[in-house]
């Protein structure tokens, strides 16, 4: 089983990775869980979403110590860093945290994808499927075809035109 956290504030779309990940593991065949948790702040506050995918059932679709973190902001980069488990791995965006994990129990990779997504004419929102698409890269969980689909069951009707610039956000991450 995999499990993976991904964090941020409000607005940056943590949810929305979080269930498009979920549907990438839908699309392979798998058992997928899917658990956002958010204060009553949601836009602006901290929240995060758990994932677990697995070839197997799942017991519980809770994710105390993510095997895989996606981290967008400081609040959660101090609080989920540390709880990565032994041997995991860490997406964090450096064009918004400036701090460096010290430890060699955990492999990080300091991303700027919220200023890649800037410079390549999309808004900052999409600096999280930025890193979503390194974590794809680097973690070979899927392959373009299965992430496209995905995508395009994620995107609802009313957004289908941010559909191609979401498939273009992934591709800077994974050619990042």
């Not at 488990?85 to 965006?93: E, F, L, P, R, S």
């Not at 410079?119 to 900052?124: A, F, G, I, W, Y």
């Not at 600096?127 to 496209?148: F, H, N, P, W």
Request: net charge neutral.
């Amino acid at each position: 089983m995999r499990d993976y956290l991904i964090a941020g504030f409000g607005g940056q779309g943590v949810l929305f990775t979080g269930k498009l990940l979920a549907n990438i593991g839908l699309v392979s065949g798998k058992q997928v869980t899917w658990m956002p948790s958010y204060g009553p702040a949601m836009r602006g506050g901290v929240c995060n979403c758990s994932v677990c995918i697995s070839d197997s059932l799942i017991g519980s679709p809770v994710v105390h110590h993510p095997k895989t973190l996606i981290c967008m902001n400081g609040p959660s980069f101090d609080k989920f860093v540390p709880a990565v488990k032994k041997g995991g791995t860490a997406y964090i965006d450096c064009s918004i945290i400036d701090q460096k994990y010290d430890s060699d129990d955990i492999t990080c990779h300091y991303v700027p994808a919220t200023r890649l997504a800037t410079e390549n004419d999309l808004s900052t929102n999409f600096g999280i499927i930025v890193m979503l698409g390194k974590m794809i890269k680097e973690s070979g969980v899927s392959d373009m075809a299965t992430v496209r689909k995905a995508i395009e069951e994620s995107v609802s009707a009313k957004k289908a035109d941010l559909l191609e610039a979401n498939v273009k956000a992934i591709e800077l991450g994974m050619n990042c």
